[in-house]
């Protein structure tokens, strides 16, 4: 059985889903609301949480009166919400006590075992630690 995630509809199947002509979906997908997997020919190929999402588009403006703009960024935020919730579990899965924080390279979060002696690299700057309280 396909997941969650799974580009399996068609257009015209995940429109009828959701309650929505297929003209709708090619201009949401234009406008970045709900951008559909591709297939090689270029076909449009929507999973089940896409039609969730087409939903929610169509409640917050049907229902909520909330303009298209508005809706975007609200679906930006709580994909960015999804993102850190995930993120911050995997942080908090080095368990209590046992981790340290430290920034790489590139400015992401990273956990070190307690005790790993980290090196200053003069051209990244300065590195900070951050050790949760006991």
Do not use: C
Request: net charge positive.
């Amino acid at each position: 059985m396909p997941g969650y995630d799974a580009p399996i509809f068609l257009i015209s199947v995940a429109a009828e889903r959701a309650g929505m002509h297929p003209q709708t979906l090619r201009t949401y997908d234009r406008l970045g609301l709900v951008v559909p997997q591709r297939t090689r020919g270029r076909g449009r190929r929507y999973s089940a949480r896409d039609v969730d999402v087409l939903r929610e588009v169509q409640r917050l403006s049907q229902e909520e009166g909330i303009n298209l703009a508005g809706i975007k960024r609200i679906l930006q935020l709580a994909a960015e919400n999804e993102r850190l919730e995930s993120e911050n579990a995997r942080l908090r899965a080095h368990g209590p006590g046992r981790r340290v924080f430290t920034a790489d390279t590139t400015g992401d979060v990273v956990a070190v075992p307690l005790g790993t002696r980290l090196r200053r690299v003069e051209s990244a700057g300065t590195m900070v630690l951050w050790r949760p309280q006991r």
